[in-house]
Structure formats: C-alpha cells, structure tokens
C-alpha cells in the first residue's frame, strides 16, 4: 500500500484515482500472477465459475424451498446432472484447448504491462459503458447473422440453443467459434479505445456476470434490468425469451438494438 503526500492526494482526489490507485498498488503486487501468460485463463474461469456456482447450489436448494420458485422464470424447471455436467465439461474442455492456447499467443505478441497509475475513475467508467455497448452492438450483429442464415445457425449458435430453459451453466454452452467471437467482441473493443488493464480487468468481470446472469433463470428484484431505467436494459427476462422463441431479443444486454430493428419482444409479451 502506498503512501501520499497532501499534494499527490490533491492530485490523486482531483482525478478519481484515490479510490483506484490503493487497489491497483494491491493488484501490482502480484505483478509476476497477472503477468503470467496463464492469468486471463485463470482469471476468466475463476471469475465465471464463481458467478455460476451460486446459482447451481439455488437450483439444487430450489426443491426445499419453495420461496425461490417466486424469483424463477421457469418455477418447475430446475437443470439435471445430465443438462448440467456437458455444460462443465464443454467449458472446461474449451478453455484448455481453444481460450488457452489463444490467450498465450496473444501474451507472446504482447506481454502485459502494468502502468504504475491507476486509471481515473470517470475515464474507468466511460471506457466500461463505452466497451459495454460495443460488445452488445457486435454481438447483436453476429447474433441476428447466425439466426438469419440457416447454415450459420446449423454450424454454430444452434449448439448454445440446446437448453430452451437456460441456467447459469449454460452461459457457455456454445460453439468453439461463438465462444472465438465473444472473445474476439472482448478484446477488441478493450484494445482500440487503449483501456487500462485494471479497466480491462473490472469490464471482464462485470462482462461475464451480466451474461451469466442473462442465463440464470432468476430474475430477482435487484436483477439488473430491474436497477437500470426507461426499460434500456433487457437482462435475464429478455435473453429467456429469446432461449424460448428464437426470434427476438437478439442483444445480449440493452434493448435499443432490438427496438430499431423491431425484434424487441417484451416479458410481459408486449
Ligand atoms: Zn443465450
Ligand atoms: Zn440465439
């Protein structure tokens, strides 16, 4: 943990950093972890795993308590061993022989560098909400293309549609080249607006719960389609309806896509 003078903490509250720059000192510590060409690997499963385990153990509490059947979308439906466990091997099996190898190429054509300052609060923000809504943008794209075209949905996307009920395992549960693009979708946005790697970092993780979640099959009142107003947010509700009528809700996270193209199918069947 560092220490300031009072005129770096001038600086440091005048650019958002104070908040920030205690937790990328933390993070700077285990330089040699996050600089391993293992850690995006590490940390992206670690992170998903742990977002998706929650979830697993509601679904096997859900028969003793019958509270949790108001918050699913599907009361009745609860996923079995046998939805479940190809779900945990896809995975497993995808991130060692396609996320890994992938991920050491790239680490090989560019290293991690840890800037020793931390990114302003604000431009953190921005640079999240802006990689947030280019991520939806490019999925919805490749999305409505891989419904659109027979072949494309065949080869592809029909794999992650297996489970019309989604819970949170299924997240995943998708082609080597759906999950290649979603990467793809990840990296380049964090790349072309030149995002700090702990920016990079807090967009991966809320990246992976707002997919997580889109799938859980639990829709609770803090639920974040239910925390971001004027219906701007689809969320868990959105992405069910599309799991079960394949022809709407294409935008994994916000609704204006949706509404331009005129594929927004709402909860409530409006
Ligand atoms: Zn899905
Ligand atoms: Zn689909």
Same mark, same amino acid.
């Given at each position: 943990?560092?220490?300031?003078?009072?005129?770096?903490?001038?600086?440091?509250?005048?650019?958002?950093?104070?908040?920030?720059?205690?937790?990328?000192?933390?993070?700077?510590?285990?330089?040699?972890?996050?600089?391993?060409?293992?850690?995006?690997?590490?940390?992206?499963?670690?992170?998903?795993?742990?977002?998706?385990?929650?979830?697993?153990?509601?679904?096997?509490l859900r028969p003793w308590v019958p509270?949790?059947?108001?918050?699913?979308?599907?009361?009745?439906?609860?996923?079995?061993?046998?939805?479940?466990?190809?779900?945990?091997?896809?995975?497993f099996y995808q991130y060692v022989v396609l996320?890994?190898?992938?991920?050491?190429?790239?680490?090989?054509?560019?290293?991690?560098?840890?800037?020793?300052?931390?990114?302003?609060?604000?431009?953190?923000?921005?640079?999240?909400?802006?990689?947030?809504?280019?991520?939806?943008?490019?999925?919805?794209?490749?999305?409505?293309? @891989? @419904?659109?075209v027979p072949w494309l949905y065949r080869t592809f996307h029909k794999m992650h549609h297996q489970n019309s009920s989604s819970f949170a395992l299924a997240t995943q549960y998708m082609s080597a080249w759906e999950l290649f693009s979603l990467g793809f979708f990840d990296l380049v946005n964090v790349t072309l607006l030149g995002c700090h790697p702990l920016t990079v970092m807090i967009f991966h993780v809320i990246n992976i719960w707002l997919s997580v979640e889109d799938h859980s099959g639990y829709d609770f009142p803090w639920s974040t389609h239910r925390l971001v107003p004027?219906?701007?947010?689809?969320?868990?509700?959105?992405?069910?309806?599309?799991?079960?009528?394949?022809?709407?809700?294409?935008a994994p996270y916000f609704t204006h896509w949706d509404k331009i193209l005129g594929t927004l199918r709402s909860a409530q069947g409006k």
């Open positions: 943990m560092s220490c300031y003078n009072t005129s770096e903490l001038h600086v440091l509250c005048g650019s958002g950093q104070l908040f920030l720059q205690p937790l990328w000192d933390c993070l700077r510590t285990r330089e040699t972890l996050i600089q391993s060409p293992f850690f995006p690997v590490i940390f992206s499963i670690t992170t998903y795993m742990g977002f998706c385990l929650p979830f697993v153990a509601l679904d096997i509270a949790l059947r108001r918050f699913k979308i599907h009361p009745d439906f609860s996923p079995s061993a046998q939805q479940l466990l190809p779900c945990l091997g896809q995975t996320v890994l190898p992938t991920t050491l190429l790239h680490w090989a054509s560019s290293p991690a560098l840890l800037p020793p300052e931390a990114p302003e609060f604000l431009q953190l923000v921005r640079h999240v909400v802006f990689c947030l809504l280019l991520f939806d943008a490019e999925f919805f794209a490749w999305h409505v293309l @891989h @419904h659109k004027f219906g701007w947010f689809g969320g868990v509700a959105h992405h069910d309806l599309h799991h079960s009528h394949f022809n709407c809700n294409f």
